[in-house]
Every structure is written in structure tokens, then in C-alpha cells.
């Protein structure tokens, strides 16, 4: 093959690979982008999941203090407040055991009988100044359960469908795909605290 | 040099480049993992050991409720720090090899609004599992710490800081209501 020849056979080449380029950005663009949405979607998740148990350990300080379970509890949702933890999701359980295993437990109204952390077999709301009937000395978990942190991306979202990650929540075809963040803290409570002036 | 021969030349190219940026990728993707356990770890310590030093502060008083003073408790102050971690540590646990904690706990004496309190400090460390991120010269040997401080104390409706005023009379450590102005 002569040297022209060899240069026209090159021009051919160059023009018939000219769309390649745009095939294969267009391959490439959309993986990069599924793969650094997923990424931005957990670096969300860890961010709403530190709010969840900074906040349980607002609630857990509190409950330290021998503040009423009804205060533990809304020390919990003041401190999401503002928050990526979704306000209409969050559920908070205060749980008072004794050496001996008997446990007072307390939730806010948001828990459905459904929902896996709910102390069974009973968790009342407690009224505002209600003594949370366990002696000095028992320790008390505050468990938060944040059900309504929605997953926004593809691959987060088959992630968390997936039998690895085994999430009930995200396997409801006509729902948004939510994700469960819990998080709980046990400290010792001190007795009730005497009520301020 | 001929284009053909160029064109040949460059055929194998791709073998080479593209085991390196893969192993770029995944290296800086195992980064990124290892960065993300470290910051959950650091968070879940620091939460175990402000509950911790709560925890110990208030076994004191409760083992002593006529002298709540964490220094004259060591023994039950340490059991009590022990416990506590062992209840809170959470996700740390399975990011940390080990778990340590500062000996003695220490019982640093404050003036508060020139009331001597009595509180417990608490220092632990653990020496985080990594992948990539080991292979960074400095990073391999590092520790994670937290640290955290409960003094006997609460804040009046004034916002001022009063010391715990144990009940005398009762068997619990009951907080009294701060005096009167």
C-alpha cells in the first residue's frame, strides 16, 4: 500500500469512529452520573443519621436529669428539628428497666403497632408532668426511629430494596422508597427530678 | 513512521490505562468508605462517652447519696463508665478493633459561679479497621478519641450553673430546687 493510500484509508477510519466518541460519552455520562447521585443520596443518609442520634443523645442527657418521659420525648424531636430527619417520620421511645427486668415504656404518637422498635406490649404517651414510675438507679433507653427519610436515586434506591439491605419500607411499589434510621442511647436515671419554681 | 503502523502501535493502550484507573477508582472509592467510617465512629464515641461520664458522675451519688463525690467513688465510677460503654459503644463496636479507656478516670475539681463541683472526665480511643486509607504514610497507626466531662450540675430557671443539691432526707440523689433569690 502506498503512503497515500494508507493516509485515505486512515480518513475513512477517522470518519466512520467520529460518533464513537459521542456513544461512548453517552454510556459513560449516565453512569457517572447514577454513580455520584448515589453517592451525594449516602452522604444525605449519613448526615440525617447523625441528626437522628445527635438528637438521642439530647434526649438521653435529659433523661439523665430524671426529666418526665413526656420532656425526654420532646427533647428528641426539638433537637431534629431543622434537621434532614424528617419530622412526620420520627418516633421516639423512652424505656425504664429495673435489675430485675420489668420496663416502663413510653412513646409519642406517632408509633404504630406496626413499627419494629415499639417497646411491647404496651408504650402509652405519657401527660406532660407524668412520672415515669421507675426508682433511681434503673437505666432508661431513648430509641429514635426516623421511617420516613426517602431515598431519591436508582441505585441507593435498588440498594435498599435488595435482600442485602432487606428494607420493607422501600418494596411498596406506589410509595416513595424510605429508608428506617434508628439509633437509641441507655443512660441511668437518677430518680425524678424535683420540679422547678 | 507510517499512520498504519501508528495505529497499531496504540492498539494495546487501553490494557494498560484502564487497570490503572481502575485501580485509581477503587482506591479512591475505598477513601471515601474508610473517611465516612471514620467520621460515624468518631460521632458514636463521642455519644458513648458524654453517656459514659453522665453515667459515672451519677453512680456516685447514687451509691453515696450523702456525699455525691465522684473521687471518694473510684471504684464505682470506673465499673459504672465500664457498663455504660459497654451499652452505647453501637455502631463504633464494629468499626474499632479495640476500644480503650483513659486509667484513671480522671475527677477534675471546678468552680462553677464559685461553688466547688465535683464531675467525672472520661477519655476513650480506638484504633479504627481501614482498607485503602491504611496505606496513607500517617494514617495506618491513628486513633480515634473522644472525651467528655459531667459535672454535678444543672442550670437554675436564670440560666446560672448550681451544683447538685442532694435531698438529705431522701434515699434518692433528688435534686433540690435552687434556693430562692
Not at chain 2, 459531667?150 to 430557671?157: F, Q
Request: neutral net charge.
Amino acid at each position: 500500500m502506498s503512503f497515500e493510500a494508507a493516509i485515505r484509508r486512515q480518513t475513512r477510519l477517522g470518519q466512520r469512529s467520529r460518533g464513537q466518541a459521542l456513544v461512548e460519552f453517552g454510556v459513560i455520562a449516565v453512569s457517572l452520573v447514577l454513580v455520584i447521585g448515589a453517592g451525594i443520596d449516602l452522604g444525605l443518609m449519613v448526615t440525617a443519621r447523625q441528626s437522628v442520634s445527635a438528637a438521642t443523645g439530647e434526649a438521653a442527657r435529659q433523661a439523665a436529669y430524671g426529666v418526665p418521659p413526656a420532656r425526654v420525648i420532646q427533647a428528641a424531636q426539638k433537637a431534629t428539628t431543622g434537621t434532614l430527619a424528617n419530622p412526620s417520620g420520627l418516633r421516639v421511645a423512652v424505656n425504664y428497666c429495673n435489675s430485675s427486668g420489668t420496663c416502663h415504656a413510653y412513646c409519642d404518637v406517632g408509633f404504630l403497632d406496626t413499627d419494629p422498635m415499639k417497646p411491647q406490649p404496651s408504650c402509652p404517651t405519657p401527660a406532660a408532668t407524668q412520672d415515669p414510675g421507675a426508682n433511681a438507679g434503673d437505666l432508661v433507653t431513648v430509641t429514635l426511629l426516623e421511617e420516613k427519610y426517602e431515598i431519591l436515586t436508582p441505585i441507593i434506591r435498588a440498594w435498599a430494596a435488595s435482600p442485602i439491605a432487606h428494607d420493607d419500607l422501600c418494596q411498596r411499589g406506589d410509595q416513595p422508597c424510605y429508608m428506617r434510621l434508628t439509633t437509641s442511647e441507655t443512660v441511668v436515671y437518677p430518680g425524678a427530678a424535683p420540679s422547678r419554681p | 513512521m507510517t499512520p498504519a503502523l501508528l495505529a497499531r502501535r496504540q492498539q494495546a493502550q487501553v490494557i494498560v490505562i484502564f487497570p490503572i484507573a481502575i485501580l485509581m477508582l477503587l482506591g479512591m472509592a475505598a477513601m471515601a468508605i474508610d473517611g465516612g467510617r471514620l467520621f460515624l465512629g468518631r460521632q458514636e464515641l463521642q455519644k458513648a462517652a458524654e453517656a459514659a461520664a453522665l453515667d459515672g458522675a451519677l453512680s456516685a451519688a447514687l451509691s453515696d447519696p450523702q456525699h455525691p463525690d465522684p473521687a471518694s467513688h473510684s471504684g464505682v465510677v470506673e465499673q459504672a463508665v465500664t457498663d455504660s460503654l459497654a451499652r452505647n459503644l453501637g455502631v463504633a463496636n464494629t468499626i474499632c478493633r479495640s476500644v480503650a479507656v483513659d486509667r484513671p478516670i480522671k475527677y477534675p475539681p471546678e468552680t462553677l459561679d464559685g461553688t466547688n463541683a465535683n464531675g467525672v472526665y472520661v477519655r476513650i480511643s480506638c484504633s479504627p479497621q481501614l482498607t485503602a486509607a491504611a496505606m496513607i504514610p500517617g494514617v495506618a497507626g491513628m486513633t480515634l478519641g473522644a472525651d467528655a466531662e459531667a459535672v454535678l450540675g444543672s442550670k437554675d430557671s436564670a440560666g446560672k450553673f448550681q451544683p447538685y443539691q442532694f435531698d438529705p432526707t431522701s434515699p434518692y440523689p433528688r435534686v433540690l430546687p435552687p434556693p430562692a433569690a
